[in-house]
Each structure stands twice: as C-alpha cells, then as structure tokens.
C-alpha cells in the first residue's frame, strides 16, 4: 500500500532513467597486460557525442586522452576516445554524457590498471555507472515551468468550459501563467547547458537545443492567442482552446523528453506521463483559477461553478492515481529504495503531501461545496491551502525529475605506507563510522568499515554500508561507488580502486539500517603509488637512481660529491624516449630519520636537469620527494630513499 502510495505523487518521475554505464573496455578494475589505444563505453541509453567528454588520466591526474570523444562503431549507446602510450600504472577514465533521450547530465569515474600484477580484485557490487547530481538550478527553472504550464492550462479549462459569463481576472492568471511557462522553459534549457559543461553554441545545436524547442515553441505560439483571447468578439473562444490544444502539447512534449521515453513500452509510458500532468492540470490549475474567478465579481454563478469543478477536481485526482500507479509497475523496485535513498525521502515527502492534498480536497467536496454560497468563504480558504500544498508537491516533483534514482544512483587521519584510518559521523550524532583503508595509495585498495552507536560505542545494526567517492580538487573526475559485504564480524569490507588519483578525496559513507539510513563524511588523503625504483651502483661512481613514471617517462637522481657533511642532488627528467624533458618547475625536500622534510633549493642545469645542495648528509637513509611540472602542465610526483654510499 505504501508504494502505491509513494507511486501516485511520484507520477511521472522515473526510477531507471539517465545515460549511465552499463559498460566499458577495458572494464571497471580489470586488469590488462597489453595498454589499450583507445577506451570504449557502453552507455545504458544513447549519450549526445557532441555534449559528452571522456578523460583517461594517470595516477598524477594528468590527462592519456589523444583526440575527441566519438560514437563508436557498437552503436548509438557508445563512446570512443583514443588514448596515448600507456605504461604499467593504474588509470582513471572519468566522463560525463548528456543524455540524447531526456537531455539530463550524467558522470562518473572508474579505474583500470596496466600490467600484470592484477590488483585485488573488486568487491561484489563495486559501481562505475555514474552519478547525476540534482542541480537548483533546474528545479527552479522546472518549477517554474510547472507552475507556468498548469495554471496556464486550468485557467483556460475552467474559463472555457465551467465558468459563467467573462471573469477578466482570469485573462490576468492567462497572462501570468503564460509568461511563467515560457521563462521556465527556458530556464531548463540554460540550466542543461551548464550541467553539461558546454557551451550555449554547442547545445542548440544538439539533443538540448531540440528539447527545448518541443518545450518551448508551443508555448510561444499560444502567446498570439492568448492576446486574441483577451478581446470581445468571434475569434476569441475559438483562440482560446487552440492556445489550449498548444498548452497540452508543450506537456506531451516535455513527456515525451523526460524519464518516460528511455524505460520499455517508451509510448505508453509517454501516453502515461502525460495524462498525469492533464489531470494535475485539471485537478490544482483548475483549483487556482477558480479562487481567482470568485473573486471577480464578474463571475456568475459561483455556486454552479464549484459544483461543475468539483466533479472535474474529483476525476483529475483519480486520473492522476491511476497514472501514477501504472508507472510505478514499470518504475519502482521495492519500499527499501523509499528509506535507503534521496529519491525515495523524496517520493515519501510526496506521499505525505499527497494525503494532505486528499483530505483538503474532501473538506470541500463533501463539506463546503454542498452548502453552496454559505459556506463559500471556507471553501476559498481551504482551496488556498490546498494551492500552497499542491505548489509544494509541483516543487518536489522538479526535484525528483533531476534526482538520480535508487536504481541509477547508487574526522582526523593517520597516513603511512602501511595504511590509513579516518573516522567521522553523521550531522545528528547518532551513528559513528571508521574506516580503514590499506595501503592508502593511488591504485587497488582494502577498506574495512566499523559503524557504532556514536554515544555507547555499542555495534550498529546495519544492513549495508555504501562509500560513494569525490575528488573536490577534480570535479573533472565524476563520483564512484563501492558497496561493502557483510564480513561477519560486524563489519563491512571490500576492495577496489576507487581512490585511484593522488589527493585528498572526500568519501560519504551511506549506513543503511532496518527502518532508516545516515550519511557520514569523511576525509582520505591518498598518496602516490610508490615508485618503482632501479639502483645502478658503480664502485668509485655516484649511484644512480632511476624512478619510472607515468607516460613511460623517467627520472634520474644521484649524489655527487661525496663529502663529509654535504652534496649536490642532480634529478634530471626524461620523455618516453629518453630526451631531457623541459619541466618548468622542480621542488624538493628531504627528510632524514623522524626530522621534519627541509626544502632544497633547486638551480636548473638544463633542459629537465637541476641541481640542489645539501648541507648535511647522514650516512642514512634520505627520504627525497620531488614534485615537477612537465610541459603539458601535468604534475610528475615521486618519492624514494637514497642512501649515501659509505
């Protein structure tokens, strides 16, 4: 009873739209001996090629892509980038598509890693298929279009079919609710383009551009005759209801872009969708401009209009029960989803409202509306309250349209090469999480996950525990998923190369519990893989150190001279073909024993080559970092011992 409910507020709000990823080669964590030439994704609906970017980008963030995202030859669903040489490492394809079915932007991140030590394999349920986060932006400019669309087309109705006499206050709701709508749709169309990161040029041209126009042009095209509607004489009525035959095609057309078209039987679905929205029309933008036409004293009749639209009200509410249940059968997968997810809180907020909706309707159908002109004070305030609550739902209801659904969506630190460990909790206080990730490197990691009670630090009866990853430093670099299993002992583990770029990455760990759910931030600094290190040592000769880096580039260190209390640090950079490579900038610090890291100061030599001093040299081991910029722009990070000869 409970998702039935849940189904008649959400309406047309589908649970499996959104051009996610359904999968790629090389796969999410695979492991492959041979580095690919180019990436290629499968998406779950067709992506817009000409709004969708695709990065490849090694363990330092920069960039392996050689050309522009194309559709590949598997069909409308794929994508193409073709990526340069690739050496042993891991790397992370981020993307980020715009739908070419309902124009909703959609990203996500995944890794894989060249070589042939496999890294520990995925845990079950491990997710790449992306995220599409809700933008304020387009649930203004839905609501706003909403409101706009509805009113427009329920003031129409009740001053065409229920109305006796000309109430000009409705020509004023016309208006009103006429400029709305055309602002709102274009306000939808403003805020794809920026969800999508492209510019405005670019987006009419695509799925965008076409979507708003279905949107868009009917409404500007009931303008005309709304203006010829607000005038006396034989064009006006028939004017009137073509600008109403418009207003329901701007409605169809936008369920006809929207979440409807990408499930199966598409055109029922759309047919559904659409219906629901005639009969919000019918059922809250008649309501609207019936309180405006009592309230013109113009109006004849009153009690004879209540009475008509309370029938009309009557069969809305049922025409949008019977839709919402339909597309429920085809959407929602079951009442955890409503507890566990922001789509389902949502969907429940609905649900609350809709009640509220019901009975306020049942006030006034069965109590005020009966008693005619005695009771038409009450019946109008009872209507506003009703308008209040229905804007409310309308609000949600743009909310939930840019909500990834259930099906779609999915404190201090330690660092150290043998692991880190983050605690955090959630904004109430209630539940506690500490996470345990080993060894806290770019690449395959273990993380083990503990939830407490946060006040008795008693074991938290929960039922799943989800991390959900970010790289605030790359919002290039869209959001990943890794669902942790059960271990048994009250925790929850799993592995995965989510963390797979150096940087401080903030992850929210979702708890799941049997009657609720909590989010809890947390913060993981994760370092460079450690580099792989080739010792050349020649008696009577400074030892050389050689670090291989991503992009089959190289480093080279050493010390020279030996002396007592003091030496030169040469590093000197190389392409894939072992040419000095010009690197704009070399920093470096050392750190001997437990002392603080003291900064060296760097001389350039030449071209990829500098040379720093060292005032004190232990016959220790010297922990040297150095952090340089190539001439592409991107970081070259490594870090390694050198240990003076004796």
Known sequence: ?????????????????????????????????????????????????????????????????????????????????????????????????????????????????????APPPAAPGTTSAGFSSVSPASVVARTVMYLGLVSLLGALFVGELLVTGRARRLGRLRSIAWVLAALGAIGVLLAEVSDSRVGLADAIGSTLGADALLRLVPVLLAGPLLVVGARSGGRRRPALL?????????????????????????????????????????????????????????????????????????????????????????????????????????????????????????????RNVPAGEGRMGALRRVGSIEILVGTTVIVLAATLVTTPPPADAAGGSAAGPAGTTVEGNDYATSVRVRLGITPAVAGPNAFRATVADYDTGAAVD??????????????????????????????????????????????????????????????????????????????????????????????????????SGAADLHVTFFDATGTGLPVTSIEVTATTGDRAPVPVAMTPFEPGHAVGHLITVARVPISITVTATAPDGHELNLSLPITPDR
């Open 1 to 117: 009873m409970l998702l039935a409910l849940s189904a008649l507020v959400a309406g047309g709000a589908s649970v499996s739209a959104h051009a996610l990823l359904a999968s790629s080669d090389p796969a999410a964590n695979a492991v492959v001996p041979t580095p690919p030439t180019s990436v290629t994704l499968t998406f779950t609906e067709p992506p817009d090629p000409r709004l969708s970017s695709v990065q490849v980008l090694d363990s330092s963030g920069a960039s392996r892509t050689t050309g522009s995202v194309v559709a590949g030859n598997g069909g409308p669903d794929t994508l193409v980038v073709p990526v340069g040489p690739l050496s042993d490492g891991i790397y992370t394809v981020a993307w980020r598509t715009v739908s070419a079915a309902d124009g909703h932007a959609t990203a996500g991140s995944f890794a894989f890693s060249v070589g042939t030590a």
């Open 242 to 366: 073509l600008a109403a035959v418009l207003v329901a095609l701007a409605l169809l057309a936008d369920a006809a872009v929207s979440h409807a078209a990408t499930v199966p039987l598409p055109a029922l679905n759309i047919g559904l969708q659409w219906l629901h929205a005639m009969g919000v029309s019918a059922w809250l933008g008649g309501l609207a401009a019936v309180l405006v036409a009592l309230g013109d004293p113009q109006t004849e009749d009153r009690a004879v209009l209540t009475s008509r639209f309370s029938r009309w009200a009557t069969a809305g509410i049922l025409l949008v029960a019977a839709t919402g249940v339909v597309r429920a059968a085809f959407e929602l997968h079951g009442p955890g989803e409503l507890l566990s997810t922001d789509y389902g809180r949502l969907v429940l907020a609905k649900t609350a409202l809709f009640a509220v909706l019901a009975l306020l309707g049942a006030i006034n159908h069965f």
């Open 462 to 563: 929960a039922t799943s525990v989800t991390l959900r990853f970010n790289l605030p430093a790359r919002p290039d670099v869209g959001a990943s998923s890794l669902d942790l299993a059960a271990a048994g002992d009250g925790s929850f583990t799993g592995t995965g190369s989510n963390l797979s770029i150096a940087g401080t990455w903030t992850v929210t760990a979702l708890v799941v519990e049997p009657t609720t759910s909590v989010e809890v931030p947390l913060s993981i600094p994760v370092v460079p893989a450690p580099s792989q290190v080739d010792v050349n040592r020649v008696p009577g000769h400074p030892t050389i150190y050689t670090v291989d880096l991503a992009g089959g580039a190289s480093a080279q260190l050493y010390l020279d001279p030996w002396a």
